[in-house]
């Protein structure tokens, strides 16, 4: 993120703001089908590369939503003040968190790897006390993100210290989760007459899409698109169901109600993650992955309510 971003001070959504109903509302829609795309992913790893999952995921959603704006009279292609805004997050939430959740769950259980993403509203809040004046941290928002900090070491400090693949694995995530917030906090800065969130998530997509087609091409070629083929059914679901739509929801949400708010999907996405994993992949969670996702999740809980601690400048 450039440093002009943390000068920028956003427009208020409105005098009123976003109504509780509203924002329930998007947080349910977006954690259930951000929380299946584990499972849609879970499916292939290991049997199609986490560059073709990232491809074919992003542009299957950027067909959806272009498909969708095409039917609201706009046309798909980029106005000459978006190109910049999709092509930050295009990267940031599109193809390179992908890329690193989906190698992430080659090794990882479904609801692990989710626990660790639900750090993100962590990383968000302190971001975002930095970035915003409305965002300030307080007492309550501090000491979620040490509790939530505390619950991350206990879920990924044994597996790091052994090494290998695993550990690997365990930083792809954390990888994946640093992505996010940034992105989150960029879709923040952008101006209100920037940022349609519908045409904000397509070009997020087309980018996300074209970035890890070229990057399938460049490190494992033509073959690799072959092996969706077979996969067909979870590609279409995670690109349609686990990506088009709630990353259309989710654009409306924190441009309404703010990154910390919006950032409360990760309260939510690691526990239908790990329902998923346990109801449809028979996957087991060890004591320890269960008492740090806890942890993490009653940080994440205590910097999400708390009220905000800043005054506009």
Same mark, same amino acid.
């Given at each position: 993120?450039?440093?002009?971003?943390?000068?920028?001070?956003?427009?208020?959504?409105?005098?009123?703001?976003?109504?509780?109903?509203?924002?329930?509302?998007?947080?349910?829609?977006?954690?259930?089908?951000?929380?299946?795309?584990?499972?849609?992913?879970?499916?292939?790893?290991?049997?199609?590369?986490?560059?073709?999952?990232?491809?074919?995921?992003?542009?299957?959603?950027?067909?959806?939503?272009?498909?969708?704006?095409?039917?609201?009279?706009?046309?798909?292609?980029?106005?000459?003040?978006?190109?910049?805004?999709?092509?930050?997050?295009?990267?940031?939430?599109?193809?390179?968190?992908?890329?690193?959740?989906?190698?992430?769950?080659?090794?990882?259980?479904?609801?692990? !790897? $989710? &626990?660790?993403?639900?750090?993100? %509203?962590? #990383?968000? @809040?302190?971001?975002?006390? /930095?970035?915003?004046? *409305?965002?300030?941290?307080?007492?309550?928002?501090?000491?979620?993100?040490?509790?939530?900090?505390?619950?991350?070491?206990?879920?990924?400090?044994?597996?790091?210290?052994?090494?290998?693949?695993?550990?690997?694995?365990?930083?792809?995530?954390?990888?994946?989760?640093?992505?996010?917030?940034?992105?989150?906090?960029?879709?923040?800065?952008?101006?209100?007459?920037?940022?349609?969130?519908?045409?904000?998530?397509?070009?997020?997509?087309?980018?996300?899409?074209?970035?890890?087609?070229?990057?399938?091409?460049?490190?494992?070629?033509?073959?690799?698109?072959?092996?969706?083929?077979?996969?067909?059914?979870?590609?279409?679901?995670?690109?349609?169901?686990?990506?088009?739509?709630?990353?259309?929801?989710?654009?409306?949400?924190?441009?309404?109600?703010?990154?910390?708010? !919006? $950032? &409360?999907?990760?309260?939510?996405? %690691?526990? #239908?993650? @790990?329902?998923?994993?346990? /109801?449809?992949?028979? *996957?087991?969670?060890?004591?320890?992955?269960?008492?740090?996702?806890?942890?993490?999740?009653?940080?994440?809980?205590?910097?999400?309510?708390?009220?905000?601690?800043?005054?506009?400048?």
């Amino acid at each position: 993120m450039s440093k002009s971003t943390a000068t920028i001070v956003p427009e208020p959504a409105g005098p009123a703001g976003p109504s509780k109903a509203f924002i329930v509302g998007n947080l349910a829609a977006c954690s259930f089908l951000w929380g299946s795309s584990y499972l849609f992913i879970k499916l292939m790893a290991g049997e199609v590369s986490p560059w073709a999952i990232a491809a074919g995921r992003g542009l299957l959603g950027a067909a959806t939503l272009a498909f969708f704006v095409a039917m609201r009279g706009q046309s798909p292609l980029p106005r000459r003040h978006e190109l910049r805004h999709w092509l930050v997050l295009g990267t940031a939430n599109g193809w390179l968190p992908n890329v690193l959740v989906a190698y992430a769950l080659i090794q990882l259980a479904s609801g692990p !790897a $989710a &626990m660790i993403q639900a750090a993100g %509203p962590l #990383v968000t @809040a302190l971001f975002a006390h /930095l970035l915003f004046a *409305e965002e300030r941290l307080g007492r309550r928002r501090l000491t979620g993100i040490a509790i939530g900090m505390a619950g991350v070491a206990i879920l990924i400090g044994p597996r790091l210290a052994e090494g290998g693949g695993t550990a690997l694995s365990l930083l792809a995530m954390v990888g994946a989760t640093l992505s996010y917030a940034c992105a989150n906090l960029y879709v923040r800065a952008v101006p209100p007459q920037s940022g349609d969130p519908i045409r904000l998530a397509l070009g997020q997509q087309m980018v996300s899409g074209s970035g890890a087609l070229l990057l399938t091409l460049a490190f494992s070629g033509w073959g690799a698109l072959s092996t969706l083929l077979p996969h067909w059914q979870a590609v279409l679901a995670l690109g349609v169901l686990a990506t088009a739509l709630p990353v259309t929801f989710f654009m409306r949400l924190i441009r309404a109600a703010g990154p910390t708010r !919006a $950032a &409360m999907t990760g309260y939510l996405v %690691p526990a #239908v993650a @790990a329902v998923m994993g346990v /109801l449809i992949l028979g *996957e087991t969670l060890e004591l320890r992955q269960i008492i740090g996702g806890c942890i993490i999740l009653a940080g994440v809980f205590l910097v999400s309510t708390a009220p905000a601690g800043g005054r506009a400048r």
